[in-house]
């Protein structure tokens, strides 16, 4: 069809024999993880995105206002899948049973309720590891991080959305608004320094995580030993 005859669009329209999800030429197909650790592919993915288009808007100087909404999101999306975790890898190494608070908190997309979770169960690893407590400052400077993400999108969702529904009294029976997700005071996000100290994050998050893992591995190694 000639492309003056397209009613909306640069491209071909849509058409339902069209497959989207298939193998095609070498090189642009992506693997989809069903076995081994399947979180990981994951959990990278939205770190690796992130890092790109930063440094695709540090590099070329546009695109910024527009870029700036999934590159906050998918470090933010990143971190919440780092943090539960990190949380399920430390209750497993201690034999410790979850919680219904806790499991709570996992079904939710809250920051700060995870890392606090994750806190008074380090002490015990480093002692089952015979290894220093975590240094406080550290302790304090992830807290730090993670609560200025949280204060501008405690819940995940502010960062997706332009606008969301207003929170009311429970026995309110006022119609719920849609309101800017945002908060007004927010006026620019350099997204070369957030950037920087969101990897900074991710990285001492990605050691914390990978320390566990080792051990749960050795736990998991030792017991089938057994």
Request: charged residues 30%; aromatic residues 8%; neutral net charge.
């Amino acid at each position: 069809m000639d492309s003056g005859k397209w009613i909306f669009g640069k491209t071909p329209p849509p058409r339902k024999d069209d497959v989207l999800f298939r193998a095609a030429e070498s090189g642009t197909n992506a693997c989809i993880s069903h076995w081994h650790n399947v979180n990981s592919p994951y959990k990278n993915g939205f770190r690796l995105a992130a890092l790109r288009l930063a440094l695709q808007v540090c590099e070329t100087r546009t695109d910024q206002d527009s870029l700036v909404y999934p590159i906050l999101y998918l470090y933010r999306h990143h971190l919440e899948l780092v943090l539960k975790d990190i949380f399920k890898s430390l209750t497993r190494l201690l034999d410790r049973p979850v919680m219904k608070e806790e499991d709570y908190h996992l079904g939710r997309h809250d920051l700060i309720p995870i890392w606090e979770m994750i806190v008074p169960l380090l002490d015990p690893v480093c002692e089952l590891a015979g290894e220093r407590a975590i240094p406080t400052e550290d302790v304090e400077g992830v807290r730090a991080y993670l609560f200025q993400v949280a204060e501008h999108d405690p819940d995940g969702q502010r960062f997706r959305y332009a606008t969301v529904r207003e929170s009311l009294p429970k026995k309110s029976k006022l119609p719920r608004r849609q309101v800017r997700s945002i908060k007004e005071e927010l006026q620019l996000v350099n997204i070369r320094v957030f950037a920087k100290h969101v990897e900074q994050l991710a990285d001492y998050l990605q050691g914390l995580g990978g320390w566990v893992d080792d051990l749960l591995g050795m736990k998991i190694d030792m017991e089938s030993e057994r």
